[in-house]
């Protein structure tokens, strides 16, 4: 999944002050560094993610620092543009959001530069979520979520979707191995800490059980919205800022957030970029608490400096990934067995889904 799939409605932003506040604290290490002005060209997810990362990040960079931020929309998959950039030194890109799975290609092919600080240098911060060459910036997560007008006993884990006698309703699952792997494991009784490796053998048994019970397998983030909108299921697996677009928008659903699946996406710089140092300013501004709670009023994603809860009202903050009751209900996806895996079992998924 990548967050350019991904939709959420708007929200009113917190207020100026608390803005104000997070320059205040994070300017000072910055403010005065470069002798001119620089400007940062930073590829992100686009649609709500422009104007929701220019509130929270570009803007206050600029402020504080003088340098002006210049944001593009990105592919989906942006690897290959990022080696491309790279390797001809048409440096188009100064920043870019990547993935976990994104994040370890590049870094295995030497594509990446320092960030230039470590996790102990801002301890608050997820530590899954900084590494020598990548700073994570928010997280989402794979849940169930089902309707609350329909569903006469609310569903509480993968165990509870995979009962029909118990609850029965219609029902639509990814159609795609990835999380619904791990989905049918969970069901079958395998502990979230003993995941992986997967055991794919294990996890195609308990899909026979479900796969006549599926009434729609959906394709894109967009679908699965619809769907739980539209009521044309009753239950349904997919991310969590989709579901929380349609509840913000008045439909009677309910996240549940317990054996959920995390991942996070965040911030690198292309290796050789002649504007690494303002760049590196930009991601460690990023790690501020109080910039990124500015963004989840817009996006329901998760901060993941947990400090930022501190500033997040309440209310939200239930509808967060990483708020604390919802972050010790998951574990974050396993990427590196992804890599190695995907396409092995992709092409055995789509024979089983034929079959």
């Given at each position: 999944?990548?967050?350019?799939?991904?939709?959420?409605?708007?929200?009113k932003l917190?207020?100026?002050?608390?803005?104000?506040?997070s320059?205040?604290?994070?300017?000072?290490?910055l403010?005065?560094r470069?002798?001119?002005?620089?400007?940062?060209?930073?590829a992100?997810p686009?649609?709500?993610?422009?104007?929701?990362?220019?509130?929270?990040?570009?803007?206050?960079f600029?402020?504080?620092t003088?340098?002006k931020?210049?944001?593009?929309?990105?592919e989906?998959?942006?690897?290959?543009?990022?080696?491309?950039?790279?390797?001809?030194k048409?440096?188009?890109?100064?920043?870019?959001?990547?993935?976990?799975s994104?994040r370890?290609?590049?870094t295995k092919?030497?594509?990446?530069?320092?960030?230039?600080?470590?996790?102990?240098?801002?301890?608050?911060?997820?530590?899954?979520?900084?590494?020598?060459?990548?700073?994570?910036t928010?997280?989402?997560?794979?849940?169930?979520?089902?309707?609350t007008?329909?569903?006469?006993?609310?569903?509480?884990s993968?165990?509870?979707?995979?009962?029909?006698?118990?609850?029965?309703?219609r029902?639509?699952?990814?159609?795609?191995?990835?999380d619904?792997?791990?989905q049918?494991?969970?069901?079958?009784?395998?502990?979230?800490?003993?995941?992986?490796?997967?055991?794919?053998?294990?996890?195609?048994?308990?899909?026979?059980?479900?796969?006549?019970?599926v009434?729609?397998?959906?394709t894109g983030?967009a679908?699965?919205?619809q769907?739980?909108?539209?009521?044309?299921?009753d239950?349904?697996?997919?991310?969590?800022a989709?579901?929380?677009?349609?509840?913000?928008?008045?439909?009677?659903?309910?996240?549940?957030?317990?054996?959920?699946?995390?991942?996070i996406?965040?911030?690198?710089?292309?290796?050789?970029?002649?504007?690494?140092?303002?760049?590196?300013?930009?991601?460690?501004?990023?790690?501020?608490?109080?910039r990124?709670?500015?963004?989840?009023?817009?996006?329901?994603?998760?901060?993941?400096n947990?400090?930022a809860y501190?500033?997040?009202?309440a209310?939200?903050?239930?509808?967060?990934?990483?708020?604390?009751?919802?972050?010790k209900?998951m574990?974050?996806?396993?990427e590196d067995?992804?890599?190695?895996n995907?396409?092995?079992?992709?092409?055995?998924?789509?024979?089983?889904?034929?079959?």
């Amino acid at each position: 999944m990548t967050n350019g799939d991904m939709f959420c409605t708007r929200r009113k932003l917190l207020k100026s002050a608390v803005g104000l506040a997070s320059v205040a604290v994070a300017a000072p290490a910055l403010i005065g560094r470069a002798t001119a002005a620089t400007q940062l060209t930073i590829a992100d997810p686009g649609g709500p993610f422009g104007p929701a990362w220019r509130k929270a990040f570009y803007d206050p960079f600029e402020k504080a620092t003088g340098n002006k931020v210049v944001n593009v929309a990105r592919e989906a998959e942006p690897t290959a543009q990022f080696k491309a950039i790279v390797e001809t030194k048409s440096y188009t890109w100064d920043v870019c959001t990547l993935t976990l799975s994104a994040r370890d290609i590049l870094t295995k092919e030497n594509l990446l530069e320092p960030i230039g600080f470590t996790h102990a240098d801002v301890p608050t911060l997820m530590p899954e979520a900084i590494s020598q060459y990548w700073m994570g910036t928010d997280v989402y997560s794979t849940v169930l979520a089902y309707r609350t007008d329909r569903m006469k006993t609310a569903p509480g884990s993968w165990a509870d979707y995979w009962d029909i006698k118990k609850f029965p309703g219609r029902r639509s699952l990814r159609k795609n191995p990835i999380d619904t792997l791990e989905q049918a494991l969970l069901a079958d009784g395998v502990p979230l800490d003993k995941l992986y490796p997967l055991d794919v053998d294990r996890a195609f048994k308990k899909l026979d059980q479900i796969k006549p019970h599926v009434n729609v397998w959906w394709t894109g983030g967009a679908q699965s919205t619809q769907l739980l909108q539209s009521g044309e299921v009753d239950m349904i697996t997919g991310w969590n800022a989709r579901f929380q677009a349609a509840i913000d928008g008045g439909t009677p659903a309910k996240i549940v957030w317990n054996q959920g699946l995390y991942s996070i996406e965040g911030w690198a710089i292309p290796k050789g970029n002649p504007r690494a140092d303002a760049a590196r300013d930009f991601i460690r501004f990023c790690s501020d608490p109080a910039r990124q709670a500015v963004y989840t009023e817009v996006l329901a994603y998760g901060p993941t400096n947990l400090d930022a809860y501190k500033t997040i009202p309440a209310q939200r903050a239930t509808a967060l990934p990483t708020s604390p009751g919802n972050l010790k209900q998951m574990t974050v996806a396993n990427e590196d067995w992804w890599s190695a895996n995907r396409a092995a079992v992709t092409e055995r998924f789509n024979s089983w889904l034929l079959s």
